[in-house]
């Protein structure tokens, strides 16, 4: 028995992954019935975002087409992004600029490069650019809207109180969303605003600043960090050695000056350091849990991973240890659920730090992300919970646990990837087919290679020895056969939609009896 190919395993989830995105969807509004159907597309791309995916005509240029497969931007864009953020950075005519799902373009500046700054919302996000030609920095609403020219050596990141860090001939400030300035050029650095002080750099010295400009807390450190919970850290140099404490919003230490490092791990809390050991203390100075670990790691909102004896545990954020060090790795949580690696495999444990499954388990997980797919082993960040079932697997098979931690389907599969539409895919002796969330089998392994099913279809892929090349059609969630394998490559589902490459490899728009849109 084979394992699937790596590139037919990710195939294989892709759809799931573009079901994911296009959940974010669709924000653009209804269009014309009238708007033609894509025609003759030479690559598309297998993600939406607000109800969008970009598409390249037989010219080279780019635009967008929706999920019902008619042209919702025509291609007249050189460069493209997507709108995963609201909007997207396209260019014309060499002319960079912001479009929006409703096609309009705001042409800015040639430009070399962007980013995006985004507060805790992508949606409040700004868009920096670097001009072309004077290669100096402006920024943008994602509506569009400039904030300031191209006119600065840097642009640094917007807090969550808003304004921008600007700098010109190594001085810096602060300038609001309007582009007006909030902090003159008087620093040689200038961070964000938190909890309505910035910290500011003179003479080599920290201090912080207000709304108004004003150094209200003396610059007289060495090295800050930012406000967080009322408080900030700060240190200084003792006997030529480095000494971290809190201070208040007054400037007032909170703490001694005890620590070699301090920083803010989340909200209110700081991760401390004393002689090569981490604890953790509140934003009033309180001491939560000594400094007698070897590493603190937030883990997820409330709760830290504690690393001692190379083993790790589980504490909460009022310094509660919920379970000692045993655990060979203690992974992020993900939807209540975390990975634990055990000297004889992996399980998963819940928020108190209980046992959901024994660490018995081999994991082959894939990392999802609004951009796209990556493989991942359990070193990267994962998803374990997938329509409440976990993938795992144990000696080269592949089987489920459901939310609990029990095992819903039995390891007895060559492969498998996560449920999407109460059906999984699973693989024996190089046959696909799809199990329910009770293992039963409800769609024969008679196919090649399938993917996930999305709108209540799924393309596959005819049989081939040794996984060869064939052809892709669609079925249904019982199994019908919609359309007869004749395409060469994957099909791209919509919404009542495939986009599928015809006998010139060119990208059309089909039914989902197979029928021919394209054109009409």
């Given amino acids: 028995m084979k394992k699937p190919t790596k590139t037919a395993a990710l195939l294989a989830v892709a759809c799931l992954v573009a079901a ?9 509004k209804a269009e014309p019935s009238h708007a033609p159907y894509l025609e003759n597309a030479t690559e598309i791309s297998r993600y939406f975002y607000q109800g969008l995916s970009s598409f390249a005509d037989e010219s ?5 087409v929706r999920e019902d497969g008619r042209v919702a931007i025509p291609a007249i864009y050189d460069e493209v992004g997507d709108f995963s953020s609201l909007i997207c950075v396209a260019a014309k005519d060499s002319v960079h600029g912001i479009l929006d799902t409703a096609g309009n373009f705001t042409p800015v500046s040639p430009w070399s490069e962007h980013y995006i700054l985004t507060n805790d919302d992508a949606f409040n996000g700004i868009v920096v650019f670097r001009d072309l030609e004077s290669r100096k920095y402006g920024a943008i609403t994602l509506q569009g809207h400039l904030i300031t020219p191209a006119q600065w050596d840097s642009i640094g990141l917007t807090g969550a109180e808003g304004g921008l860090t600007v700098e010109k001939d190594g001085r810096y400030g602060i300038i609001d969303e309007r582009g007006q300035q909030m902090i003159g050029l008087a620093w040689e650095y200038a961070g964000f605003f938190s909890g309505g002080l910035a910290r500011v750099k003179e003479n080599g010295l ?14 007289a450190w060495a090295d800050a960090g930012d406000f967080n919970g009322g408080a900030a850290p700060v240190m200084t140099m003792i006997d030529g050695k480095e000494r971290w404490g809190l201070i ?5 230490l909170l703490t001694g000056l005890e620590w070699q490092t301090a920083h803010a791990v989340s909200a209110r809390l700081f991760v401390v350091e004393l002689d090569g050991k981490f604890g953790l203390v509140d934003s009033g100075g309180r001491t939560l849990a000594s400094p007698v670990w070897g590493r603190i790691l937030k883990v997820s909102d409330g709760l830290f991973s504690v690393y001692s004896g190379n083993r790790y545990g589980l504490m909460d954020d009022s310094g509660r240890l919920l379970q000692p060090p045993q655990w060979e790795a203690l992974w992020d949580f993900s939807k209540g659920i975390a990975l634990v690696e055990g000297e004889n495999g992996n399980g998963f444990i819940d928020e108190r730090g209980e046992l959901l499954s024994e660490p018995e388990w081999d994991s082959d997980y894939y990392q999802y992300t609004n951009s796209g797919i990556s493989d991942a082993s359990i070193t990267e960040y994962m998803t374990y919970l997938r329509e409440g079932m976990i993938s795992v697997y144990k000696g080269e098979q592949y089987g489920f646990l459901d939310a609990g931690g029990k095992v819903a389907v039995p390891p007895v599969w060559d492969f498998a990837t996560d449920f999407s539409e109460g059906l999984a895919i699973v693989q024996q002796n190089e046959k696909t087919g799809y ?19 999305q709108y209540g279809v799924a393309p596959v892929k005819e049989y081939v020895p040794d996984f060869g090349p064939g052809l892709w059609g669609l079925i249904d969630r019982g199994g019908k056969v919609l359309v007869e394998p004749k395409w060469t490559d994957t099909p ?3 919404r009542g939609v495939v986009f599928a490459p015809g006998e010139d490899d060119r990208y059309q728009v089909y039914d989902y009896q197979g029928n021919r849109l394209s054109g009409r």
């Fill in 206 to 219: 920290y201090g912080y600043v207000d709304h108004s400009g004003d150094l209200v807390i003396p610059a």
């Fill in 492 to 494: 791209i589902v919509g």
């Fill in 20 to 28: 994911l995105a296009s959940g974010l969807a669709s924000g653009v």
């Fill in 60 to 64: 080279g240029k780019y635009g967008f």
């Fill in 435 to 453: 199990v329910n969330r009770e293992g039963e089998v409800v769609i024969p392994l008679v196919w090649g290679e399938a993917s996930a099913f």
């Fill in 248 to 252: 208040d919003m007054r400037g007032r």
